[in-house]
Structure formats: structure tokens, C-alpha cells
């Protein structure tokens, strides 16, 4: 049977949509909201219209793994939590370097093959837990476009004790950011460039991302922001101006990564991001004020920015390396232990993590079936 065959049985009727007429519905899981004709798919190709029900992914993952909670990255929401990372197949966008092309295009790119496991929500808290997890992130494919299963595990997730995160390229509608609120703690989104011809081509429009940004700031979710750094394609210094300017306008406490691109899947034609490529951008946005900047994929080679300082008195709170936690000094009230100043972020009330400066390994191997 093919994918698509397989895809289309896996489905139940959705919650995120409007009618349209007698049989023509709207979707409004992504900024896309494409209108649906009765047999029609939408962008992501995962969600279509069947007699006038929205009928969208169930019961399956493409892939799990548990990572630490840096590799996501959140560097201010649990930090040292293995992070129990789960995706569906499909995206609403189509971008040359995806690093995770496998299950975002699977549905686009006879080359991806990423064979769902079918799964209860049950059965994958479970195995977070059994391997020690405490956060849940729907990640790998967008989790806006499958947001209906990531509520049912985060329902799940959340009764259990556990955190839950999305790792999104933040292309949402306000009704799907209304809908995930009352069960997702974090939620990191992808800002992949300041220029909207750039999203164009990446498919998309640059326009919702920055009304996500806004919106899961006012909604209090714990937002953290991720630059792909990608040389002659959105590393012009006055991109990075804007772009650092506007989340600083939003809030300078929303944590911005700037991370290292490197040649993958189709973009081949742009050299990978170097250490002073990294430097630079992180100097622009300290300059327009952000008070937590990250440069990621280079570990050990690009200061003291893979560390958090307090913003009132540079005090280190927690060092890293990569993805690893190797020293954590914040009180648990979330506090600097030197002058008191409450630093930004989800603390836990104790540091419960691993500190560690060796590869990460997880306490047992996945058992999701
Ligand atoms: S998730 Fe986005 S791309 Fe997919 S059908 Fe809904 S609006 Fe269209």
C-alpha cells in the first residue's frame, strides 16, 4: 500500500476548521487555511476534505527519541530534562534545508521514507516515563498541521506529570494557538528569515510567524526563538537587524538561538555557517537589546554563548557545552544566587537534570510498541 494510502487511513475528523458552504471547509491548523473542496488535500497534504468533514492524522508517529531538552533547543524550560521527542509525517512548508526532511516530506519526496508506527497516546506517555523523560515535544514534522493527536498526547502527558513542547516553524492561526494553549507548557519556533520573499520560498509567508511570535508571548507560553544561520541566504546584516529588533520589540527576555547551518538535503549550494558568522549575529542582537542570545551547532567554539548569564549582574547561572548542562547555580526560585535577580525561563523548584559533559544516553532503548 502506499504512503499516501496508508496516511489517509490513519485520520479522524479534525477540530481545527469552518465551514464553508455544503461541502467546502475551511482548515485553520496553519497560517495557510487553504479552503477545501470536497476530495481536496491541503498544502500539507496530510489533512483533506471528505464529504465535508475535515479529516486529519491519528494514532501513529514517524519517528521518537529521547534527547535532552538543550538539543531542542530550550535552554530556559527544564533545563538537563530528557525531552521525549515524537513526530508525524508531513509539513506546510517545503524548505531545501530541512534537517529533518525524512518526515516532513515524506508525503513530497519519494527519497523520504519514514515507515509510521501505529501508537496510543497511552503507550507513548508510557514510554516517556519509563525512560525517564519529563517533557513531551511533538517535533520532526510541523506539529501545527497535527495538532489534534499532539493535544491528545499532551492531555496524557500533562495527567502524568510531564512538561510538553512544540518544536514548530511557528506558521499557526490564532484559533490553533487558542487550541493547544490550556496543554502545552513550551514552544520554540523556527524564525527563519526577516524577509518575506525568503518564506515565499520556503513556501510560505513571513507575516504569521511574526503574529505566532506576538501571540504565544501575550498567551504566556514559553516562547523560545531559533535562527538558522544559512551564508547568502538570511545572514545580511540588516536582516539580522530587523529580525533581532523585532523579537526584542516583542519581549528582550524571549531567548533567540542563532545556529550554525550546514549543507543538507537539497540546499547544497550555500557554505556552511562559520564561528564569526554566529559571533556576528549574536552581537547584533545583544546590541538591539536581547538579554538571552545563544549560538548553537558549534559547541565549544563560540564563547560564552552557549551559557546563560543573569541579566542583572552577568553572573553565569548555567554553563553548557552543546547540548549538555555542565554547571547550574539558579536557586530554586529561578533566582541568580549573587544579586537575586529572577531570570526568565520555566525552573524547575530543583535542578533535576543531568550534568553532564559526555554524550547523553537514555536510560533505556525505545520501546514505543
Ligand atoms: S494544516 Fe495548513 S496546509 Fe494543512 S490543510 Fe490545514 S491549513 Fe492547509
Not at 510541523?142 to 489534534?148: D, G, R, V, Y
Not at 490564532?174 to 519556533?189: G, S
Amino acid at each position: 500500500m502506499a504512503l499516501k494510502d496508508v496516511l489517509h487511513s490513519s485520520v479522524r475528523p479534525g477540530e481545527l476548521v469552518r465551514p464553508l458552504d455544503a461541502t467546502r471547509i475551511r482548515c485553520v491548523a496553519c497560517g495557510h487555511a487553504c479552503p477545501l473542496p470536497d476530495g481536496a488535500a491541503g498544502v500539507c497534504k496530510v489533512r483533506f476534505n471528505r464529504g465535508g468533514t475535515l479529516y486529519v492524522p491519528w494514532g501513529y508517529v514517524g519517528g521518537v527519541q529521547c534527547d535532552p531538552i538543550e538539543k531542542k533547543p530550550f535552554f530556559h524550560a527544564s533545563p538537563g530534562a530528557l525531552a521525549y521527542s515524537f513526530g508525524m509525517l508531513g509539513c506546510d512548508l517545503h524548505c531545501g534545508y530541512c534537517q529533518n526532511w525524512v518526515t516532513s516530506q515524506a508525503l513530497r519526496d519519494p527519497r523520504a521514507v519514514a515507515p509510521p508506527q501505529q501508537v496510543s497516546p497511552d503507550a507513548l506517555v508510557a514510554d516517556a516515563l519509563r525512560q525517564g523523560a519529563r517533557v513531551l515535544v511533538s517535533t520532526y514534522n510541523e506539529p501545527l498541521i497535527t495538532a489534534e493527536w499532539a493535544m491528545a498526547i499532551f492531555r496524557e502527558a500533562r495527567a502524568a506529570g510531564l512538561r510538553t513542547g512544540f518544536v514548530s516553524n511557528g506558521n499557526a492561526t490564532p484559533e490553533v494557538l487558542e487550541y493547544i494553549r490550556p496543554h502545552i507548557d513550551y514552544y520554540k519556533v523556527d524564525l527563519k528569515s526577516f524577509d518575506d520573499r525568503r518564506y515565499r520560498e520556503l513556501g510560505g509567508r513571513l507575516a504569521p510567524i511574526l503574529d505566532t511570535i506576538r501571540r504565544l508571548h501575550a498567551l504566556d507560553v514559553w516562547l523560545e526563538i531559533v535562527t538558522l544561520l544559512v551564508p547568502g541566504f538570511n545572514d545580511d546584516a540588516d536582516e539580522i537587524d530587523r529580525l533581532t529588533a523585532f523579537v526584542a520589540s516583542v519581549s528582550p527576555d524571549i531567548p533567540w538561538h542563532v545556529t550554525a547551518f550546514h549543507q543538507d538535503y537539497k540546499m547544497v549550494d550555500h557554505r556552511d555557517t562559520r564561528d564569526h558568522d554566529l559571533l556576528r549575529a549574536a552581537d547584533i542582537g545583544r546590541r538591539n537589546g536581547l538579554r538571552f542570545v545563544y549560538a548553537g551547532n558549534r559547541p565549544g567554539q563560540v564563547g560564552d554563548l552557549e551559557d546563560t548569564r543573569c541579566q542583572g549582574c552577568g553572573e553565569t547561572v548555567v554553563s553548557r557545552l552543546g547540548y549538555h548542562v555542565q554547571s547550574y547555580r539558579l536557586t530554586p526560585d529561578g533566582t541568580c544566587p549573587s544579586c537575586g535577580t529572577r531570570v526568565p525561563g520555566r525552573w524547575d523548584s530543583r535542578f533535576a537534570g543531568q550534568i553532564t559533559d559526555h554524550p547523553f544516553l537514555p536510560n533505556r532503548r525505545l520501546r514505543v510498541i
